[in-house]
């Protein structure tokens, strides 16, 4: 069975200040990896994805994410936080390989101080 | 691509009364996903589609929901006798069989059950 688990489920950073949101999951498969970013009362953006190509994945906005299989981490990352970045972030994990269920963590809220 | 759609936004209703829920997934897409999110959650399964089958129904999903995606196009979700437990968002994703499992989401349809 597949899992995730996002630790802290609020983040606040200074703006212009280095952006960390972590996320471990745990798959009998290799995994796909995602990250979604949900702004109040709209539905999910996909900021980006692992596919067992590179393990440093770039996605949307700045963001990147580094897929770690011996730590089964997946941990998202901006080098500088804008006031636009508030939000909520969620690690998801599928089967891959043509499996279609996927799990999402309980999000991490981020804030970003002027 | 013109995105998910979802209709309607916002359901207000009573306890007992049936409502159902349309979602349009950007065309071409032959996967569908309905997930239910509950505040300070994230998305939760229910079921999924690929054309018009229905492969998969989360054991979230009692007898008194339903999914349909009659010509495998859009698709409704159906809630009969609502209870206060059922007021959460609900979201539609769609995706490609050969799309590494990204999903793309829909703004979600909120319920409130009173």
């Known amino acids: 069975a597949q899992s995730v688990t996002q630790l802290g489920s609020h983040v606040s950073v200074s703006e212009g200040a280095l952006v960390l949101l972590r996320c471990n999951y745990s798959s009998s498969v290799p995994p796909y990896l995602f990250w979604y970013v949900q702004y109040p009362n709209q539905g999910l953006q996909l900021l980006l994805k692992?596919?067992?190509?590179?393990?440093l994945v770039k996605g949307i906005n700045g963001f990147e994410a580094e897929f770690k299989k011996s730590e089964t981490s997946f941990h998202l990352t901006k080098p500088s936080a804008h006031m636009s970045d508030a939000a909520e972030y969620f690690c998801a994990v599928s089967e891959g390989t043509g499996g279609f269920k996927t799990i999402f963590g309980a999000g991490t809220r981020l804030f970003v101080k002027a | 691509d013109t995105g998910v759609s979802q209709d309607p936004r916002h359901k207000i209703t009573k306890r007992g009364q049936n409502v159902t829920f349309r979602c349009d997934p950007i065309?071409?897409?032959?996967?569908l996903y309905w997930y239910r999110q509950t505040l300070g959650q994230g998305p939760e399964f229910l079921t999924y589609?690929?054309?018009?089958?229905?492969?998969?129904k989360s054991r979230l999903l009692s007898d008194r929901f339903s999914a349909e995606r009659p010509k495998g196009s859009f698709s409704t979700l159906e809630i009969q006798r609502t209870e206060q437990g059922d007021s959460a968002m609900y979201l539609c994703?769609?995706?490609?069989?050969?799309?590494?499992?990204?999903?793309?989401f829909g703004p979600g349809t909120r319920l409130t059950v009173l």
């Open positions: 994703a769609s995706g490609r069989v050969a799309g590494a499992d990204t999903q793309y």
């Open positions: 065309s071409e897409h032959n996967r």
């Open positions: 692992y596919t067992s190509a590179a393990t």
């Open positions: 589609f690929q054309n018009e089958a229905q492969l998969e």
